[in-house]
């Protein structure tokens, strides 16, 4: 159990730890992740346009009379469930094809992010038809989102098992069959199991072949398995089947990156813009790389190549006035923040970031709508928002260079004690401490975050609050 920094008669606290990236916010551009089992089956916790065709997937395609699907999903549209429900069981009744009304019903409810009413007819699908693999197989992925890794486990074996047994639908039996190779590979990824992994994935590709998504994965997995080249050629194969997987180079880089070989991530990195010199995601993804290793000039450069590919490109937008900031040059910063907020004014790296650069301003205006983007941040992402600690972390600053130093220290003292500290809220939980004249609890929170942490937006402050300390603090 970890430690905490904390004096006996003080509230704010400091629980050390890798601190979360600060930088999070920005555009996962050269993320390349386990993919979840829900990629492969099309389930959807989204806002989507469901159609008869997407709901019923190719699993039957050309095999049944969408009408009364249509009629059904019109149904649940105007909030009349039951009608819904009589329109897919009679879908259902005249094609058995089909999948089980209450499959149907619950992809409708996933597809407006109701996850109880969605598992309630799942569950009642396995007492209706215990014999279809499919509601087995879409509780396994609901469970593996939930990280619910050994109960994943559990359901798609029972799903494959069910499977095996299964005729009274090619088409839907070879989708099940996909679908339990992918399930099973993700559980086997997820525990870093990389030959079960391997055998799971070659069942999957044995079946679809054209997959971008299951050459991806199993590059991912041939590199964790040591096998670079074969990593390699699976992620071309990816590329070349959808142009919109990760550029092969960048995706190696991703992977040596994560086992610190820095000097073979930059050598890929270096590959990947020579090779698409005019694809500004292959830029920008490079750009946040070097934005990453603290090589602003270069970040600078791949960026602003990206937006002189694509003036209108957010991301770019957001990742140079990121750079800006890093660079505390806060007049671009602005500019570039402002122009991505004008832009989307939803998206919240974009509002964000805006308000942290505002706050440094000395205009009152501008100070003033620093303190309102970062209130409604707060208001609009409150629990289970990815990006509730980002939003109070910002507001609590915020708070801080307007002199209320009580609001900013309560809301730090919170998120200190669930250890999900940002390294600019270490920063400012710093400040505040120095504030109180307790500077060598500062100086170890600063002296922790900088020997992790090689670039953040706040560092150079933070670099330099540390050397003011001295080594006799306090």
Same mark, same amino acid.
């Given at each position: 159990?970890? $430690? *905490?920094?904390?004096?006996?008669?003080? &509230?704010?606290?400091?629980?050390?730890?890798?601190?979360?990236?600060?930088?999070?916010? +920005?555009?996962?551009?050269?993320?390349?992740?386990?993919?979840?089992?829900?990629?492969?089956?099309?389930?959807?916790?989204?806002?989507?346009?469901?159609?008869?065709?997407?709901?019923?997937?190719?699993?039957?395609?050309?095999?049944?009379?969408?009408?009364?699907?249509?009629?059904?999903?019109?149904?649940?549209?105007?909030?009349?469930?039951?009608?819904?429900?009589?329109?897919?069981?009679? &879908?259902?009744? @005249?094609?058995?094809?089909?999948?089980?009304?209450?499959?149907?019903?619950?992809?409708?409810?996933?597809?407006?992010?109701?996850?109880?009413?969605?598992?309630?007819?799942?569950?009642?699908?396995?007492?209706?038809?215990?014999?279809?693999?499919?509601?087995?197989?879409?509780?396994?992925?609901?469970?593996?989102?939930?990280?619910?890794?050994?109960?994943?486990?559990?359901?798609?074996?029972?799903?494959?098992?069910?499977?095996?047994?299964?005729?009274?639908?090619?088409?839907?039996?070879?989708?099940?069959?996909?679908?339990?190779?992918?399930? +099973?590979?993700?559980?086997?990824?997820?525990?870093?199991?990389?030959?079960?992994?391997?055998?799971?994935?070659?069942?999957? +590709?044995?079946?679809?072949?054209?997959?971008?998504?299951?050459?991806?994965?199993?590059?991912?997995?041939?590199?964790?398995?040591?096998?670079?080249?074969?990593?390699?050629?699976?992620? *071309?194969?990816?590329?070349?089947?959808?142009?919109?997987?990760?550029?092969?180079?960048?995706?190696?880089? *991703?992977?040596?990156?994560?086992?610190?070989?820095?000097?073979? &991530?930059?050598?890929?990195?270096?590959?990947?813009?020579?090779? @698409?010199?005019?694809? $500004?995601?292959?830029?920008?993804?490079?750009?946040?790389?070097?934005?990453?290793?603290?090589?602003?000039?270069?970040?600078?450069?791949?960026?602003?190549?990206?937006?002189?590919?694509?003036?209108?490109?957010?991301?770019?937008?957001?990742?140079?006035?990121?750079?800006?900031?890093?660079?505390?040059? %806060? &007049?671009?910063?602005?500019?570039?923040?402002?122009?991505?907020?004008?832009?989307?004014?939803?998206?919240?790296?974009?509002?964000?970031?805006?308000?942290?650069?505002?706050?440094?301003?000395?205009?009152?205006?501008?100070?003033?709508?620093?303190?309102?983007?970062?209130?409604?941040?707060?208001?609009?992402?409150?629990?289970?928002?990815?990006?509730?600690?980002?939003?109070?972390?910002? +507001?609590?600053?915020?708070? %801080?260079?307007?002199? *209320?130093?009580?609001?900013?220290?309560?809301?730090?003292?919170?998120?200190?004690?669930?250890?999900?500290?940002?390294?600019?809220?270490? %920063?400012?939980?710093?400040?505040?401490?120095?504030?109180?004249?307790?500077?060598?609890?500062?100086?170890?929170?600063?002296?922790?975050?900088?020997?992790?942490?090689?670039?953040?937006?706040?560092?150079?402050?933070?670099?330099?609050?540390?050397? $003011?300390?001295?080594?006799?603090?306090?």
């Amino acid at each position: 159990m970890a $430690s *905490r920094f904390s004096h006996p008669h003080s &509230a704010l606290v400091f629980l050390p730890g890798k601190v979360t990236e600060s930088l999070a916010v +920005l555009p996962r551009l050269l993320a390349v992740a386990v993919v979840a089992a829900a990629f492969c089956s099309g389930i959807s916790t989204t806002h989507a346009q469901v159609t008869a065709q997407s709901l019923v997937g190719k699993a039957v395609s050309g095999d049944a009379e969408f009408q009364d699907i249509t009629n059904g999903i019109n149904r649940f549209r105007d909030r009349d469930i039951e009608g819904c429900r009589a329109m897919f069981e009679r &879908a259902h009744s @005249s094609n058995p094809k089909l999948p089980p009304p209450g499959v149907l019903m619950s992809m409708l409810w996933l597809s407006v992010n109701q996850l109880q009413p969605a598992r309630g007819e799942l569950e009642q699908t396995v007492i209706d038809y215990p014999a279809d693999p499919e509601p087995y197989l879409m509780l396994g992925d609901l469970a593996f989102q939930e990280r619910r890794v050994t109960d994943a486990e559990t359901l798609f074996s029972r799903g494959v098992a069910l499977t095996d047994a299964f005729d009274e639908n090619p088409k839907r039996k070879r989708d099940f069959q996909i679908r339990g190779y992918a399930g +099973l590979a993700a559980v086997a990824e997820a525990r870093k199991q990389w030959a079960l992994a391997e055998k799971q994935l070659t069942g999957w +590709l044995d079946l679809d072949p054209d997959s971008a998504s299951g050459h991806q994965r199993m590059g991912i997995v041939q590199f964790q398995l040591g096998k670079p080249t074969e990593a390699l050629t699976e992620f *071309r194969e990816a590329r070349s089947l959808d142009q919109t997987a990760v550029q092969p180079e960048l995706a190696m880089a *991703r992977l040596y990156e994560e086992k610190k070989d820095t000097d073979k &991530a930059r050598r890929l990195i270096e590959l990947a813009i020579e090779s @698409s010199p005019q694809d $500004s995601a292959v830029l920008l993804a490079s750009a946040q790389w070097y934005l990453g290793q603290n090589e602003l000039e270069a970040a600078k450069k791949q960026t602003d190549a990206a937006l002189a590919i694509d003036e209108k490109s957010l991301d770019a937008k957001i990742v140079r006035g990121a750079i800006a900031r890093v660079e505390r040059d %806060y &007049a671009a910063a602005e500019k570039f923040f402002s122009a991505a907020h004008t832009q989307s004014p939803l998206n919240f790296p974009a509002s964000n970031s805006l308000a942290l650069v505002l706050i440094e301003s000395d205009d009152d205006e501008a100070r003033q709508r620093a303190l309102e983007m970062a209130e409604g941040n707060v208001a609009l992402h409150r629990e289970n928002s990815p990006q509730q600690v980002n939003a109070l972390t910002t +507001l609590a600053w915020v708070f %801080y260079r307007l002199g *209320r130093r009580e609001d900013a220290e309560q809301i730090l003292t919170q998120i200190s004690q669930s250890n999900q500290l940002t390294s600019d809220g270490a %920063y400012y939980v710093a400040r505040l401490l120095v504030d109180r004249g307790e500077s060598k609890r500062a100086r170890t929170i600063l002296e922790q975050v900088l020997s992790q942490e090689p670039v953040f937006a706040t560092r150079a402050d933070a670099q330099e609050l540390f050397e $003011s300390l001295g080594t006799d603090s306090e």
